[in-house]
């Protein structure tokens, strides 16, 4: 036998093996007065009907010793639990209830606690107290379900930017297949639509800008500099973020949304059903959209921002048009392709994260108000730090 025929031997062994692991299993011991039921695997609709009988059959030895006074059923080892698998489980504590029986809940998974209270409250008509910290247990449970939470959401996100790389490099190589009526649609309303918001913000800060430069420069002797101060800031900063910032707010909210109310509707359900590619219908064209639209919207929102100063430089610091005209062109072409590079990046970090959260909503308003606001949370908070990354990396390269 090769090494290549071992090594699938192998391979198919650690398979077989990881399968197994994930299938329901009930171990239990018995102690004097009380059964110990082990929960392990996953207890979901496509796995419980491996179990079903193997249930029927705890129902009825815990029916027929008469020795027992308490059901304990261990859940702190178990795998993914479905309301199928929590509701086959449930049976069995139902069963010690209507025979006089005790019957507990051992888990430390407080969501795992309420979905089981859910089920009981609906069919057994009993509950089952959760689990209680105090003190410095609390705070690091907190801790650490707040890491948790940033993990799972982390994988999640990478996992989702990953498929729409895939799927984005796929309509690179087959232009035929991108929509683009939906996606020149999506560009005329998240991005020209979005022009008059961003010229009237970055014309206002690039007014902020100036005048408050040219009270600080003004101490020193050095308002001519103002204008420097101005060059520098719209075009490698202020320009770029506050463009993305606004599409975070305004477009984000609006793809979430948009996706999340289809989803509500089972529309993409639909199109999964009709063969139609939710990743080439819904979230492609929106990242193309912006791809396209945000560097424009850039462009616009440099010009405004230095509008803005300029009107400040002229009017009330007593430059000169030539002069001002004559300093900005010192600032170096250099700049503006600093602040340009970020465009793509910013749009395609958006239009993923507004997306996403876009296909998380479940069918409840609730969930599509949660996480459109999660949406633009996310977004800003993405744009900022890779705003910052950004910061760093040229400031290692000396640009």
């Not at 690179?172 to 991005?191: C, D, K, M, Q, Y």
Request: aromatic letters at 10%; charged letters at 15%; glycine letters at 6%.
């Amino acid at each position: 036998m090769n090494a290549d025929a071992q090594a699938q031997i192998e391979a198919d062994i650690q398979s077989d093996k990881a399968r197994n692991d994930d299938l329901p299993k009930i171990l239990y011991k018995q102690a004097e007065n009380s059964i110990i039921y082990l929960i392990k695997g996953d207890w979901n609709k496509n796995s419980i009907a491996n179990v079903e009988d193997e249930i029927a059959q705890l129902e009825s030895e815990i029916i027929a010793a008469s020795n027992v006074d308490k059901i304990i059923i261990d859940l702190n080892k178990c795998g993914n639990i479905d309301t199928s698998g929590a509701f086959l489980i449930s049976k069995i504590l139902e069963t010690a209830k209507n025979h006089e029986r005790e019957a507990k809940i051992i888990c430390q998974n407080e969501d795992l606690l309420n979905l089981f209270n859910k089920i009981n409250s609906y069919h057994w008509d009993y509950t089952f107290d959760t689990v209680r910290y105090t003190g410095i247990a609390l705070f690091g449970k907190k801790v650490y379900d707040t890491w948790k939470r940033f993990y799972n959401e982390l994988i999640s996100s990478l996992n989702f930017m990953g498929h729409t790389i895939l799927c984005f490099w796929k309509a690179v190589l087959n232009p035929g297949h991108i929509r683009w009526t939906p996606t020149f649609a999506i560009a005329e309303s998240a991005g020209l639509n979005a022009i008059p918001i961003v010229c009237v913000l970055t014309f206002f800060i690039g007014a902020v800008i100036s005048f408050m430069g040219a009270q600080t420069l003004n101490n020193f002797g050095a308002t001519i500099f103002t204008v420097d101060l101005l060059g520098v800031s719209v075009l490698r900063e202020f320009a770029v973020l506050i463009t993305a910032i606004i599409l975070a707010g305004r477009s984000d909210s609006a793809f979430t949304a948009q996706i999340g109310s289809m989803k509500m509707t089972q529309e993409i359900d639909a199109m999964e059903t009709m063969g139609i590619n939710p990743m080439e219908m819904l979230v492609i064209p929106r990242v193309i959209a912006l791809l396209v639209m945000t560097p424009i919207l850039v462009l616009f929102a440099i010009f405004s921002g230095l509008a803005g100063g300029a009107l400040v430089a002229i009017f009330s610091l007593g430059l000169s048009p030539t002069m001002f005209m004559s300093r900005l062109q010192e600032v170096g072409i250099t700049h503006f392709w600093v602040g340009m590079v970020k465009a793509p990046v910013f749009a395609f970090i958006i239009a993923i994260i507004g997306c996403r959260q876009g296909m998380m909503v479940e069918n409840d308003v609730i969930s599509l108000g949660k996480n459109t606001t999660a949406a633009v949370v996310q977004a800003i908070f993405m744009v900022i730090v890779v705003d910052a990354i950004f910061a760093m990396i040229y400031n290692e390269l000396d640009v």
